[in-house]
């Protein structure tokens, strides 16, 4: 875990880290509710290719989406090794499969730098930022964007 100045004033903030393929990701641990172990998906008819399909979470019904995918990479074959983090925006709950979870971050809000503007109008639209501490580059994800664009169903910008 990062190191943190007790004496600096800045309003800190907690990211849980996890990894898709070799690279790092974040997302605000407010917005996270649990972390389970992969379970298999019940697919949807007709769903868009990145949300692998609903399980029964403690009587309700989660949808699980493939984060992998979602960001434009590969499609993950799921193992027994991938974890679901179920996150909640607003009323929206969703499962974002991913391969695992790898660290709790406390940084300050000066630690984020801003997306590169070479990236796609998309990538910027799901990320908040990008985080260079550690020796690593991670990207921070904005679940807002992710979960609003998947409850319209669309996979695209309006």
């Known amino acids: 875990m990062m190191e943190v100045n ?3 004033t800045s309003q800190y903030n907690e990211l849980i ?3 898709l393929g070799e690279q ?37 019904v989660l949808p699980v989406i493939d984060l ?15 974890v679901i983090i179920v996150t909640q925006v607003g009323s929206q709950s969703v499962g974002l499969l ?9 940084i300050t809000s000066e630690t984020i ?5 070479v990236a796609s109008e998309l990538a910027r639209c799901f990320m908040k930022g990008v ?10 994800i904005g679940l807002d964007s992710v ?7 669309t996979g695209t910008l309006n």
């Not at 992998?68 to 991938?82: I, M, Y």
């Not at 730098?113 to 503007?117: G, I, L, S, W």
């Not at 985080?131 to 921070?140: H, W």
């Open 98 to 106: 991913v391969d695992a979870v790898s660290d709790i971050l406390t």
């Open 24 to 60: 790092e990701f974040c997302v605000d641990i407010m917005s996270v509710r649990d972390i389970r172990g992969w379970t298999p998906t019940t697919p949807l008819p007709h769903s868009p290719d990145y949300v692998k399909g609903v399980i029964n979470l403690r009587g309700s």
């Open 17 to 19: 880290a996890f990894r």
């Open 147 to 153: 979960i609003a664009a998947t409850h319209e169903g």
């Open 68 to 82: 992998s995918a979602r960001l434009g990479f590969r499609s993950t074959e799921p193992t027994a090794r991938h």
């Open 113 to 117: 730098q801003p997306t590169p503007d």
């Open 131 to 140: 985080l260079a501490i550690e020796g690593r580059m991670i990207s921070l």
């Open 6 to 8: 007790e004496h600096d």
